[in-house]
């Protein structure tokens, strides 16, 4: 089975500053990565995925996540946050042609200081 | 483009009373997840469905969970009797499953529920 790491589960940091957001999974095979953004009251938004080709993935809103197969991770980076960054971030990741059931990370609160 | 719907958005209930949580998956979907999020054990798949038929129940906490998806566009998630400790935000979610290079799974508002 899949399982999912994220650690520093509480990241703050000003406006402006660069966020990065380490994610690692355990899985043998072939992965989908997916990145979801959740504002406070809010449901679970795709950020970005990815499935297959260029390692780097551009997201929504800036946001940007590099595949790093030998290193089982897939890291999410924004350059330069905003107040409206303030959310919880989580890493979740299946395996293609399988049940398509998601592990999903413990998630990263993030608070972006104006 | 509705997303997934579900129903009630909020609900406030008493403890021993049952509680049924409705899901109108995206249309075309034919698979559906319902998943529970707390701030203790954050997101839980509880249960998934692929063509309306239950492929993985195994995230259902006990017998006082159950779920239904009697056709493609709709499915139930039951507590009976309902306790405190359920209190949490309930997630529908689907996706399409015929593609073999992958899926996204898109999510529903939740349903934010208390049991008092």
């Known amino acids: 089975a899949q399982s999912v790491s994220q650690h520093n589960h509480h990241v703050i940091l000003s406006e402006a500053a660069s966020l990065e957001l380490g994610c690692n999974y355990s899985y043998g095979g072939t992965v989908n990565l997916f990145w979801y953004v959740q504002y406070p009251g809010q449901h679970l938004q795709l950020l970005l995925k990815?499935?297959?080709?260029?390692?780097l993935v551009k997201g929504i809103k800036g946001f940007e996540a590099e595949f790093i197969k030998s290193k089982f991770s897939f890291n999410l980076r924004k350059p330069s946050v905003q107040w409206s960054d303030t959310a919880e971030y989580f890493c979740a990741v299946n395996a293609p042609g399988g049940n398509n059931r998601l592990a999903f990370g413990k998630g990263n609160q993030v608070v972006v200081i104006p | 483009d509705a997303g997934v719907i579900q129903s009630p958005r909020h609900e406030v209930t008493e403890m021993g009373q049952e509680v049924t949580l409705r899901c109108k998956p995206i249309?075309?979907?034919?698979?559906l997840f319902w998943y529970r999020q707390t701030m203790m054990r954050g997101l839980e798949l509880l249960i998934y469905?692929?063509?309306?038929?239950?492929?993985?129940d195994s995230g259902m906490p006990e017998d006082r969970f159950s779920a239904k998806m009697p056709n493609a566009s709709f499915s139930t998630l039951k507590i009976q009797p309902s306790e405190p400790r359920d209190s949490a935000v309930y997630f529908c979610?689907?996706?399409?499953?015929?593609?073999?290079?992958?899926?996204?799974?898109?999510f529903g508002e939740g349903s934010w529920l208390t049991v008092v």
């Open positions: 469905f692929n063509n309306n038929v239950p492929i993985d």
């Open positions: 990815y499935f297959s080709g260029d390692p």
């Open positions: 249309s075309g979907h034919n698979s």
């Open positions: 979610a689907s996706s399409l499953s015929l593609n073999p290079s992958g899926n996204t799974i898109y």
